[in-house]
């Protein structure tokens, strides 16, 4: 949660005048995304979700972000599509800050995961993957593979405080992922941090996806394993197999996988497991304790990284060997 | 800003389902009051605010917010009211926490205040405090002359590190408000938080007054002495005596004032500042820095105490002499 930029009535005023939305009726900081300031705003025609791009997002970045949204939307995707001002502008400044404004979305992201929810999801996926298919943006992925070790440089000093050991168990998992990792699986546009909080659900469907400020280029079934991390372990850290057979089936549905992909699964998944294991533990050695952010504690990512480590095949997520 | 409890769908689900408000289609933490934990609430049949109230706010005191609400919405007065349950109740239990939902209103705090905001919380204020004039409940203010010196107690060893002196000029300006500080003024419901974040205003037009969680019973002049400090002052701290003027003008349009009343007025608005400086002076001894919650710098209230000790009759207000 994080509204880091506060706005005037002036500021919001102007900004809003280069739109053709109408007066402002209410405008409230909320709760939604931890990187940027968002705000919920409310015109006579309709409500809108503005947000201030924050230290951590990379200007140069937006226009990615923003055509993606755009793209999708207009292929059907049920994702914000921005909104574009008077001037045919989607990407303005407001407080110093890039600043856009996007449709507003219904739906609440649900907190208690029922196998419907992962089905749900991994139609919404497939559904993703496809609209992306004709997506000519393109942006490299700095949280894969190539990524991890510079960041478990700047990272592996603290890791043994966090648990004893993690230092030379990263080490050495690092080392095979960097040796096996594949070439030349079907790459395209992936979201790449599709975890419950950017899902919204209304009543009993999926009614959204939101929060693209890490969608990138990349291989489709790492945005699978990231999903499968994400959503098909249960609060004790045990591996829910029927969760992940009906995201993967809703997925197949939509987009079956190639046998290469399949075969990769498992070591995706370990990939998967290593990046949000290395970014958390980053943050949360470099995050104060009481600090503004909550700390999320990367162990659960290394017992998530334990349980790939023991899989030989990705039957052991429900997919059928082919 | 504060969202402090987070609630599953399940449990929101659970809730909403015992008012007769249709299905939930959006719910957002939001960045309102400080206290307590602020969602908006979106269903097939309207907007709502939820609220879950927090450890600083004493339950034993919430049938008097939310009945005084009530009390003022039913007279007219743009304010939250609160949303009865199927069975008649509007108080219940959330998370383990007390929780109410009440009607959303629509419009937005100004930040750069002009001489019109001032002219129209005059009047809202006069409006609240004639609304108010039948309303039954009674809450002693525990933050009026009788609760500072405790609080200065709290507070004391840290003031002269605040800025220097600060001690001393607390301890004499408490021994002279407590020697000279009225007995026997018009007394009714005060709101006794009207900062600009809690009134809303739509276009030129103030739409309402929120936050009534300090509300209490006490001279309804001391809520005129609180605004007059909360919204007469210039950001570089010097009194805007036209907003003053606007504001008691307009607030008397209303209700006229007694000629004691308007003798007490100086001294009030000493007494408002000491609360602000107190609260103020005890949060940011008790606020580790970097903390979740803002501090606001209690020698703001300092100079505005200043200011009121070198006025000699409420004419310096605006306010002509009876």
């Known amino acids: 949660m994080a509204v880091y930029t506060e706005v005037s009535d002036e500021e919001l ?16 900081g909320i709760a939604e995304g931890v990187e940027n300031s968002n705000f919920l705003l409310e015109t006579e025609r309709g409500q809108y979700i503005l947000t201030l791009y924050e230290k951590r997002t990379r200007p140069e970045d937006l226009p990615f972000f923003l055509s993606l949204m755009e793209h999708l939307a207009a292929r059907g995707l049920a994702c914000p599509t921005p909104i574009h001002g008077r001037d045919g502008q989607a990407l303005r400044q407001l407080c110093a800050r890039p600043a856009a404004m996007v449709s507003f979305l219904k739906g609440m992201s649900a907190r208690s995961l029922q196998p419907w929810h992962c089905q749900a999801l991994g139609q919404a996926l497939g559904a993703l993957h496809k609209a992306g298919g004709d997506f000519k943006g393109v942006r490299a992925n700095a949280l894969s593979v190539a990524g991890w070790r510079p960041l478990f440089e700047q990272a592996r000093q603290g890791a043994d ?10 080490a050495q998992e690092l080392d095979q992922l960097e040796k096996e990792w594949p ?6 546009v992936i979201h790449a941090d599709l975890f419950p909080d950017n899902v919204f659900f209304l009543g ?19 945005d699978i394993a990231i999903c499968l991390n994400a959503w098909c372990f249960e609060k004790d850290l045990s591996f829910n197999a029927t969760k992940a057979r009906l995201l993967l089936g809703a997925y197949e549905k939509v987009r079956p996988l190639e046998e290469a992909e399949v075969a990769a699964l498992p070591l995706l998944c370990r990939g998967a497991a290593m990046r949000f294991l290395l970014t958390r533990l980053y ?5 104060p304790p ?11 990512y290394l017992k998530k990284l334990r349980f790939h480590q023991g899989i030989r095949s990705a039957a052991a997520y429900g997919l059928d060997a082919r």
């Open 13 to 28: 005023a102007a900004f809003a005048a280069q739109y053709d939305i109408g007066a402002v009726q209410s405008f409230k």
């Open 161 to 170: 405080q966090v648990s004893p050991g993690l230092e030379k168990q990263i």
């Open 183 to 188: 070439l030349d699986l079907p790459k395209g």
């Open 204 to 222: 009993d469907k999926l009614s959204g996806l939101i929060d693209f400020y890490f969608a990138c280029t990349d291989f489709l079934t790492y």
């Open 283 to 287: 943050d949360w050695l470099n995050t």
């Open 290 to 300: 009481g600090a503004f952010v909550t700390r999320k504690d990367p162990r659960e």
